[in-house]
């Protein structure tokens, strides 16, 4: 039995973010050396949206770039079948930049993980902060995101996940139990 | 000791027989053949009920290879002449490329010897053309014949000077010993794996074409033809090859052949997992040579069926496909798979038979084909209904090399019996004593 | 769509979605090459070995390249292989090889069928035909195709031109599988001793004259001729040969404006193709390379683990 509950909607979702990007704005005193790099498949167009709040507010383009972490994964090779692979591009160097890793969920950590070992091949970053949209716990490895939309305290039979009016045709995120 | 077969069907060509009859062997010969022949008091009789089985003359492979001398780890003459009352052949021939060749009295003999000791199917050696089968010099024909060599060919060598052949088919003639061809120009075939045609140029693998065979296949014609004399064709495996035969039969020429039934059971498309045991010469052709080798059989084009059993062991065999050995084993599961050709109707059992022991015998002039009263008791028992798998692991040949492993078969030799005595049997033996 | 296979033979039984889904994998690695550090973990602990019966640079640098971007641990062997000089067999070589556990074995060999043989042997590691014989040589094609793919968006439709010894060439055949199975409309020239026998049958149009095979092609493959083939009558003279078949500025102008060349390379410049030509505008044949590391890197990724 699957039951599915809306506990964001688009307006929601929206004012999420809009906070986030003043947060992260606030946070790094402007748009100074920032970077927004977003986390296949979930977190890309939410980068995107981030990246063009932000330079809606500061009358500036922020550099964007894509992440694909699957040949980083912990698990990559235990599974039976090979996710499909998608690409990475970041077209830019990360030395000294402030980058901000975008992503939808927040579970296990394991995904921020494997990102974080990504971004190190392409420089040395001044710091790597987090924003996801959200944050459902049951962490396995000690990270913590810098900028959260919504605590959504979630057990491990439901599966949290964000629909997006770019892929999925709405905006909403929903609850549903497995 | 006097052996009574009772209740079989006895297809005999040689007498144009078939009909229910018991047999009796006395002395190692088969002394009468009637309706019912009562099992007389007072005499040591072992009698062996046949009802329904077939009972023919014991079949004849004039195509082999025993590899001893020289080659003992692939076969010897004891393990294979065992092969061969397995298989249900009671006379084999074998070839002359052995190590060293059996090109002199010498070999021919001791081949003899080691039949002898051994025991088992009555063997038969051919000996070689040439010396060393090296296509330069005759060997010496008539004392070759004088130590027992029925026949004479450079099988696996063959003769590829036309002028030597010539000489060759007109002294054997004289002397009255047939020589077998093996047909293959070695320029055209030369670097060839398999058949040339569409799955060769899938594989990558190095074609022969069919023109290597029957090419050198009209040569020999051409030859016989113009000298007045008679050879005989090994391996037959292409439609060409059989046109042209037939064609000079029609002419008179007196040209003898014979197949094997991997050509008539078998294609080139078999050699697709590249496996080795479907590697051999001539290599097996396209469905349309193997269904003109099925007419040539039905119409007498080809006049006998022979396995040519070539045992190469694992050395030879487990190898990378162009690095592997030329031959297949077929003494064990010859008969079975010829059988094919009664179910197809392509042959009748005694058309069948003809050309497994009646027309060999005829052509190599040795005993055997016949169940005439007074001739050897040779004697192959077929149950036409056994069910078998071929297992090689199970075979008395030494070697592995069947291209029809795992192949169900319906129908085979299930006793042999070698001048009057029984060498093979899977029946229930002996029947009851008096 | 999934990847399922065990080991990567040929092309001749692939299906279209496979083709492609290997094609994307690649484009998605290709990336990594162009970082400053060219290097993910993903194949971490695992081991590739390369087991050449051939003398062979590219393709073995390309699969070593390739192994070490993904952090496997990559070990070449040189061995020689002959049916004169009997050394040890290859089914020896492969038990030996399987004792030490590696993960991947790539292997090329003069003998048509030969990665066969191991594939059959080794139930637990990944096989990878880097050319057998004249038989196959899938990862050449692979990687001409995720080159046509790259550079014309597509492969179904066009028409490729493939000229020269197509009855040795390993490349003709996998590439005739590989692009009749995507779609492509493919051509045939070369001398008539190097035109293997029913051909036409593997769905590709023959043709005599070079002219004819290029005519409107969108894609010009040129295969490598063995000079020693002269000795077997194979053709007359290099000098015949480059008359009929060589690749020149003349006969480039009657395929499409924008047509590309490629060459599976070594290339004998002036013999199969003109100088001009292999270093002109039309000529991908150093993307090939390029794409090739990609290509295999895809291949050890799909291949690796999760058995």
Redesign the interface.
């Known amino acids: 039995m699957t039951k599915k509950k809306v506990v964001m909607d688009a307006e929601g979702i929206d004012r999420s973010l809009t906070r986030i990007a003043y947060e992260i704005l606030e946070e790094n005193k402007g748009i100074r050396d920032l970077v927004v790099i977003g986390i296949r498949e979930g977190g890309v167009c939410l980068a995107e949206r981030i990246a063009k709040k932000i330079s809606n507010i500061e009358k500036t383009d922020v550099p964007l770039g894509i992440l694909d972490i699957t040949l980083y994964r912990d698990d990559v090779l235990s599974t039976a079948k090979k996710p499909k692979l998608g690409k990475t591009d970041i077209p830019f160097s990360l030395d000294n930049k402030k980058v901000v890793l975008v992503d939808d969920v927040i579970f296990t950590g394991r995904t921020i993980r494997a990102a974080m070992d990504a971004l190190m091949d392409f420089g040395r970053p001044t710091l790597i902060q987090l924003a996801v949209l959200i944050d459902r716990g049951h962490r396995e490895l000690p990270i913590r995101p810098n900028f959260v939309g919504n605590s959504l305290p979630s057990s491990l039979w439901e599966e949290v996940s964000v629909h997006l009016a770019e892929i999925e045709g709405i905006d909403e995120v929903v609850i549903e139990n497995i | 000791m006097r052996l009574l077969l009772k209740g079989g069907r006895i297809i005999d060509p040689s007498q144009n027989m078939d009909a229910t009859m018991d047999l009796l062997i006395e002395k190692g010969t088969v002394s009468r053949i009637a309706t019912t022949i009562p099992e007389r008091k007072g005499e040591k009789t072992a009698v062996i009920d046949l009802t329904g089985m077939i009972l023919t003359p014991g079949l004849i492979d004039m195509h082999t290879h025993l590899r001893e001398p020289g080659h003992e780890y692939k076969e010897t003459v004891q393990t294979g002449s065992e092969a061969a009352v397995a298989g249900g052949f009671t006379s084999i021939a074998c070839m002359a490329n052995t190590e060293p060749i059996n090109d002199n009295r010498s070999v021919t003999e001791f081949i003899l010897r080691q039949a002898q000791a051994a025991g088992m199917a009555r063997v038969y050696p051919v000996a070689a053309v040439s010396k060393g089968e090296q296509g330069k010099f005759l060997t010496e024909f008539a004392d070759l014949k004088d130590a027992g060599a029925v026949a004479l060919s450079d099988d696996g060598n063959p003769v590829m000077d036309s002028r030597l052949m010539r000489n060759a088919l007109e002294y054997a003639s004289s002397l009255g010993i047939p020589i077998i061809s093996h047909c293959e120009d070695t320029n055209l075939s030369a670097g060839g794996q398999m058949n040339e045609g569409y799955t060769s140029t899938e594989l990558g693998l190095q074609g022969i074409p069919n023109t290597a065979e029957h090419i050198m296949i009209a040569r020999d014609i051409a030859l016989a033809e113009f000298s007045n004399v008679s050879v005989h064709i090994a391996h037959v495996s292409t439609a060409e090859s059989v046109r042209i035969i037939r064609e000079a039969k029609k002419r008179g020429v007196m040209v003898t052949a014979e197949t094997a039934p991997h050509y008539f059971t078998l294609t080139d498309e078999a050699l697709k997992e590249f496996s080795t045991n479907y590697k051999m010469y001539p290599p097996l052709r396209k469905n349309e040579d193997v269904e003109a080798i099925k007419e040539g059989l039905k119409d007498g084009t080809i006049d006998a069926i022979a396995s040519d059993h070539a045992p190469h062991s694992s050395i030879e065999k487990d190898v990378e496909f162009e690095y592997a050995a030329n031959g297949i084993i077929g003494l064990e599961t010859s008969l079975s798979a010829s059988l094919i050709l009664v179910k197809e109707n392509v042959l009748s059992l005694s058309q069948l038979i003809e050309k497994m022991s009646t027309n060999p015998s005829g052509i190599l002039k040795i005993p055997g084909g016949t169940l005439k009263a007074g001739s050897n008791a040779d004697i192959t028992v077929i149950d036409l209904q056994k069910k078998w798998i071929v297992k090689a692991d199970t075979f008395r040949s030494k070697s592995r090399n069947t291209p029809f492993e795992g192949r169900k078969f319906r129908g085979r030799a299930v006793l042999t019996i070698v001048g009057g005595n029984v060498k093979y049997s899977i029946l229930s033996l002996p029947g009851r004593k008096i | ?4 296979r065990k080991d990567i033979l040929g092309l ?1 039984d692939y299906s279209r979605d496979e083709i492609n ?1 290997i094609l ?2 690649a ?3 290709k ?2 090459s162009t ?3 060219k ?5 971490r602990g ?1 081991t590739v070995i390369s087991l050449f019966y051939e003398p062979s640079t590219r393709t073995r640098t390309s699969f070593e390249i390739a192994a070490k971007r ?1 952090s496997a641990d990559a070990v070449n062997i040189t061995a020689s ?1 002959s ?1 004169v000089v009997k050394g040890e ?3 020896d070589t492969a038990r030996n090889l399987e004792s030490m556990n590696p993960d991947i074995i790539i292997m090329r ?6 990665p ?2 191991l594939a059959r042997l080794l139930k637990h590691q990944s096989i990878i035909n880097a050319g ?5 040589h899938p990862t050449q094609s692979l990687l001409d195709m995720m080159t046509i793919r790259e550079k014309r968006g597509k492969i179904d439709g066009l028409r490729v031109a493939l000229i020269g010894d197509i009855a040795h060439s ?1 490349v003709a ?1 996998s590439n005739i599988y590989g692009l009749t199975i995507m779609g492509a409309e493919v051509a045939l020239c070369g001398p008539a001793m190097m035109m ?4 036409d ?2 769905g590709v149009t023959v043709h005599n004259r070079m002219e004819e095979a290029i005519r409107d092609a969108d894609i010009i493959m040129m295969l490598r001729i063995q000079l020693e083939r002269q000795k077997n009558n194979m053709f007359p003279s290099v000098r015949e040969y480059a008359k009929l078949y060589c690749l020149t500025p003349d006969r480039v102008k009657m395929a499409k404006k924008n047509v590309l060349v490629m060459h599976p390379g070594p290339i004998n410049r002036g013999v199969e193709i003109d100088p001009q030509i292999a270093d002109g505008p039309y000529s991908v044949i150093l993307e090939q390379v390029t794409n090739g590391v990609a290509l295999r890197m895809a291949l050890l ?2 291949l ?4």
């Open positions: 769509m999934k990847f399922e001749k889904f994307d994998t484009e998605s690695l990336e990594i970082r400053k550090i290097k993910v973990p993903t194949l695992k993904l292989a049916s067999t290859l089914i060999h003069s003998a048509a069928g030969a066969h043989i057998d014989g004249a038989h196959e390993r055949r293997p026998r029913e051909i049958k593997m990724y799909l690796a683990g999760g058995k």
